[in-house]
Structures are given as structure tokens and as C-alpha cells.
């Protein structure tokens, strides 16, 4: 069973920044393609940015320029670096996983992913 456990959310002023974490312990992490998702409260969960096991990434186009993810992979550890950050950003944020070395070109749906964590709660005011 995969478990993924974030962490580094908070409250934080418009243009403020902010590092995620996902904590995956216990699995090949490395032969997994990672996620980040957030869901604002009425809206559905979107998909934010993803890192293949190789580090090539992708991003929502609402982030490009402002988030960076990443891995260390000797840790079990995805990141999520936010800066700049604006209100729309605020959701509760997810990582997701899937076993496979490359994220698919559908990786911004929830349904290419078999894992998920219970989600950090980022708040950004104006």
C-alpha cells in the first residue's frame, strides 16, 4: 500500500511563498510518476504540475512561472515550490501517484493516478 503524506501548507499573503512536501516512505518511489493537485472548495481537483521519473515536468498553465516540482528520489520526497502566490491559489492541495516511469499526456486528470495523499490546506489573502 502506498501512502503519501504532505505537508508545508499554511496561510500566507498575496505574492508570499510557499514549499510543499509529499513524504512517500515505503515504496519504489522512484519508478513512480508523481503529481500535484488542488481542489478549491466548489470547484473539482485540478491537476497543478507533474515530474516523471527521469524529472521531466509539466505544468497547468495557471502555475507556469510561479510553481516548480521536483523529487529526491534518495529521500521519498516530492516538492512543490510556490512563489508569488495569489488567492486563486488558495485549495487544499494534493500529491498523487501512479506506477509508471513516464506521467502520461493525460496526467492533469485525477484519473490517470492510483494514490493519493489527505492534502495540505494552502490559504492566500489579498
Known amino acids: 500500500q502506498v501512502q503519501l503524506v504532505e505537508s508545508g501548507g499554511g496561510s500566507v499573503q498575496s505574492g508570499g511563498t510557499l514549499r510543499l512536501s509529499c513524504a512517500a516512505p515505503g515504496y519504489t518511489f522512484r519508478q513512480y510518476c508523481m503529481g500535484w493537485f488542488r481542489q478549491a472548495p466548489g470547484k473539482e481537483r485540478e491537476g497543478v504540475a507533474v515530474?516523471?521519473?527521469?524529472?521531466?515536468?509539466a505544468y497547468a498553465d495557471s502555475v507556469k512561472g510561479r510553481f516548480t516540482i521536483s523529487r529526491d528520489n534518495a529521500k521519498n520526497t516530492l516538492y512543490l515550490q510556490m512563489n508569488s502566490l495569489k488567492p486563486e491559489d488558495t485549495a487544499m492541495y494534493y500529491c498523487?501517484?501512479?506506477?509508471?516511469?513516464?506521467?502520461?499526456?493525460?496526467?492533469?486528470?485525477?484519473?490517470?493516478?492510483?494514490?493519493w495523499g489527505q492534502g495540505t490546506q494552502v490559504t492566500v489573502s489579498s
Open positions: 515530474i516523471d521519473t527521469d524529472g521531466s515536468t
Open positions: 498523487a501517484a501512479v506506477l509508471s516511469y513516464y506521467c502520461s499526456g493525460s496526467w492533469s486528470s485525477r484519473d490517470e493516478y492510483n494514490y
